[in-house]
């Protein structure tokens, strides 16, 4: 075996070739109320993984990943997006790099293709051909075109209210549509039960370990396009997937002596979905009900919230949190300085990135990357009143 898991609750190590979401031993003691606790980490045999950047590169990174074969991937382009220099916003001249990495040009056209891509290969490689998952509505979309592109079922749980790009998108692709008559963490609860009766595999974020280490492959491309670290990056926050992945994807290099730092990563989530930033200091975890713009990070309880807690507190991550009307100013500013146009969940990284210039904290000469992980052509509801 390459890989095996680790419990990030009680640190239980588990061994194994088949299908594993969360710990067995922690998972008995979640309640519905409050995030999972036993969400499991992948490791890998650090010492036998070429040390070299390059040489991982040459390979794809296929000695970091959970899978066999790269042939096991979908015939699309996953990830490889581009990272582009941002030098003016309106009328300012920048005198640091702004750099936004655009994984709306991934097929589905969001960043979530990164974990649909490793956990439909392992499906592959393990001769499951259903799979399962709860979605705002990107997940899904990601899961239902992946699958497609594999000769995969894929069965989507996804609030009725979600936009209806995102809805369409999972019908055309062939996927099964089971829309749900509440939220996401209805949806969640729906798809985990089709698994515990059915025994579809689940994509679910977190609850499959294999999400992040999909998602954390963005920070090797992203160390391969700059050639350092980056002082900060700016990454939207809902369960707490995507910034664990990109901790993850560092922490790999780190172990391997390719990097001997942590950049700064900075969350960023919508105020009125803000349940991660308002609980990283707390003992006990409580939530508001989120009601955001951005669909796609409105989550009550982020189910990589301990996780994500974690990498935060170990590599002194910062949080930002912005308003539904900055988000969408953000949105705006970012499509007519740079052409392109992202879904208000991807602006509000960018709207995290702008309040950090407003306050004086963006220093000369940083470098400085803004994660942008959707398009906006999946929710022109949200940006209607410019109609
Ligand atoms: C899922 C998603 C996020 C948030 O990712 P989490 O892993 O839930 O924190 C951000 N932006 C977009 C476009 C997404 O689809
Ligand atoms: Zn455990």
Known sequence: MKFHYQCTTCGEQYH???????CPKCEKHNDSEQPPRGVLKVLYDYQHIPHEFDELKKKEFLPLLPIKSLS????????????????????????????????????????????????????????????VAASTGNAGSSLAGIAAAQGQKAIIYVPASAPK????????????????????????DLSIQATREHGWYNRNTAFNPLTIEGKKTVAFELFDQLRSLPDRIFVPVGDGVIISGVYKGYEDLLKLGIIDRMPVIIAVQAQRSSNLISNLYHDAFEYTPSNTVADSISVDIPR?????????????????????????????????????????AAAAAFAGFLKYLDQGLITEGSKNVVLSTGSGLKDLEAVQSIL
């Open 16 to 22: 194994t070739d088949e299908v594993i979401y969360l």
């Open 72 to 131: 096991s991937l979908p015939n699309l382009r996953i990830g490889k997006t581009p990272l582009y220099l941002v030098q003016r916003l309106d009328d300012h001249q920048l005198n640091f790099d702004l750099y936004i990495k655009d994984d709306s040009q991934n097929p589905t056209f969001s960043f979530k293709d990164r974990a649909s891509a490793i956990v439909s290969a392992f499906a592959k490689e393990h001769d499951i051909h259903t799979i």
């Open 165 to 188: 790009a995102k809805l369409t998108q999972i019908l055309m692709y062939g996927a099964e549509l089971r829309t749900v008559d509440g939220n996401y963490d209805m949806a969640f």
């Open 304 to 344: 990589n919230f301990y996780m994500a807690r974690d990498f935060l507190l170990k590599y002194e991550g910062e949080t930002a949190s912005v308003s539904d009307d900055e988000i969408l100013a953000a949105s705006k500013l970012l499509a007519r300085n740079t052409g392109i146009f992202a879904e208000p």
